[in-house]
């Protein structure tokens, strides 16, 4: 339940950080949001205390889907640095 607060708020808080830029003559991009829950799911795929009850495999399968997020947001920036 926690997690799916916190996945909530970090959402609302980037969808009014992207608000507030598009209205200061920046731009505003739903990418930006996503990047946002990512960090928070890094940051609590990682981070998380051990002490929550979560099996050692779910652990696991979470992180290894979360660098499998990370490596697919990183991929275009790689691929325009190769050239």
Do not use: H, W
């Not at 940051?43 to 992180?63: D, E, G, H, I, N």
Request: aromatic fraction near 6%; charge should be positive.
């Amino acid at each position: 339940m926690q997690i799916l607060v916190v996945l909530v708020l970090a959402g609302m808080v980037g969808m009014l950080i992207e608000l507030v830029q598009g209205n200061i003559g920046r731009t505003s991009e739903v990418k930006d949001i996503c990047r946002d829950l990512l960090g928070v799911l890094v940051a609590m795929t990682f981070l998380v205390p051990s002490r929550y009850a979560v099996s050692l495999q779910l652990r696991r399968v979470c992180k290894v889907f979360v660098i499998v997020l990370i490596l697919l947001e990183a991929y275009p920036l790689a691929k325009s640095y190769c050239r």
